[in-house]
């Protein structure tokens, strides 16, 4: 049973090989809130998963350890198994989906781990891995749905509350549900005053869903730039934790998300995927009430594919008002651009990009569209331009 002397023990077994990562106050993040970062991703591994699995392998007897250990993830949870598995000499295999990003299976990889590819998302991959433990009696690792994981990821709730006594919420990122099972129990045990909220992706809220309708339910499927929480359904021992200790769970878009990541980067120099970075957009954009209050939000992993950060940034810059997009009809006569280019420059704005058209068939004849691409530095500077655009006479479109 999930216990708090279980924890501790975990908490021991682990002292030597995860970083206590530090607290980070973050005060520009979410004005009237005293907020700060847990940095798990800065563990190693770059995520929270190295706690849990590395426990469950400390659990296992030595007839399991020889046949080895299989896992399924898409992603972090892989890493750490592999990582727990090179240090205590046991064969690992691991199914992953095939979209996880590149740079996950290639470091699941370098701690050594054999690696199966699995077409769908996690679930699918899930059900690959229990054929292979059948077939071949390795000792299945899930990545959330056991009580020795679990208290592994519970060790984190330990360290919060070391660092940081004084305590009204903490944020969590929920998947399938083993981080926040483990930090609720933990921090309800130790201080049940604290509330724990979690967060999910809009395009993956199964826990969200299952919690409010009162079963397990299954999501036909899922869809988010946040990998490692596209879970289609909770297990049933983190449903029931979650349903006896999470005070709440919300959702956040990939718009959201990908702010969030931007505004970690710009305002912390941190890093985070887009499952590391839910906690922190649902602060952002107000989805919890946390006015006034201490808190703090878990940075759950960091191993974001480099080569979708780039199109990430470009939609945290658009959410959050660093660039706009306008259309402006004009008349086509001589110093048109020479007018608008005026008013934007005057006002500190950038052009990014021009693209110039003549009027199409059923336009004014004399129309002409210029579509720009500007950098700005929020909403009320792009209102700005748009109303002195307006007020020099020019239709926005």
Do not use: W
């Not at 979708?308 to 997009?325: E, F």
């Amino acid at each position: 049973m999930l216990s708090l002397d279980n924890v501790y023990r975990a908490s021991n077994a682990l002292r030597e090989v995860v970083r206590k990562t530090d607290l980070v106050y973050a005060p520009k993040l979410k004005p009237g809130v005293e907020l700060y970062l847990k940095t798990e991703n800065l563990q190693i591994t770059g995520s929270f998963k190295v706690r849990g699995s590395y426990y469950k392998m400390t659990r296992l007897t030595a007839e399991e350890k020889k046949k080895g250990v299989i896992a399924c993830s898409a992603g972090n949870h892989a890493q750490g198994v592999a990582l727990a598995a090179q240090k205590n000499g046991i064969k690992a295999v691991i199914c992953l989906p095939d979209g996880a990003p590149i740079s996950k299976i290639e470091a699941t990889k370098s701690y050594g781990a054999e690696v199966c590819l699995v077409e769908g998302v996690y679930d699918d991959a899930y059900k690959k891995a229990i054929e292979l433990r059948d077939e071949y009696g390795y000792s299945f690792i899930h990545p959330f749905n056991d009580e020795d994981v679990i208290a592994g990821q519970g060790t984190i709730a330990l360290e919060i509350e070391e660092q940081l006594p004084e305590l009204d919420a903490v944020i969590v990122p929920v998947g399938g549900g083993g981080l926040i099972s483990g930090i609720a129990f933990t921090i309800k045990a130790i201080n049940p005053g604290v509330k724990v909220y979690g967060v999910q992706a809009a395009g993956a809220p199964s826990m969200r869903n299952s919690l409010r309708d009162g079963q397990i339910e299954e999501l036909p499927s899922v869809s988010t730039i946040a990998d490692g929480i596209a879970v289609k359904k909770p297990g049933d021992l983190t449903y029931e934790l979650c349903n006896k200790y999470v005070d709440e769970i919300v959702t956040v878009t990939d718009d959201e998300i990908s702010a969030a990541i931007l505004a970690l980067m710009e305002q912390h120099k941190l890093v985070t995927e887009g499952a590391g970075a839910v906690a922190v957009a649902a602060a952002m954009f107000g989805k919890i009430d946390l006015q006034g209050k201490r808190a703090v939000c878990l940075l759950s992993g960091g191993n974001i594919d480099v080569t979708i950060l780039s199109r990430v940034i470009n939609r945290g810059l658009l959410m959050s008002g660093r660039t706009c997009q306008l259309m402006i009809e004009l008349m086509d006569k001589p110093g048109q651009l020479k007018h608008v280019s005026r008013i934007i420059a005057d006002l500190g704005g950038n052009v990014i990009s021009v693209h110039h058209e003549r009027a199409n068939k059923g336009t004014d004849v004399n129309g002409c569209y210029l579509n720009l691409l500007l950098e700005t530095r929020n909403f009320e500077h792009i209102d700005e331009i748009k109303t002195a655009l307006s007020d020099y006479g020019f239709k926005i479109l």
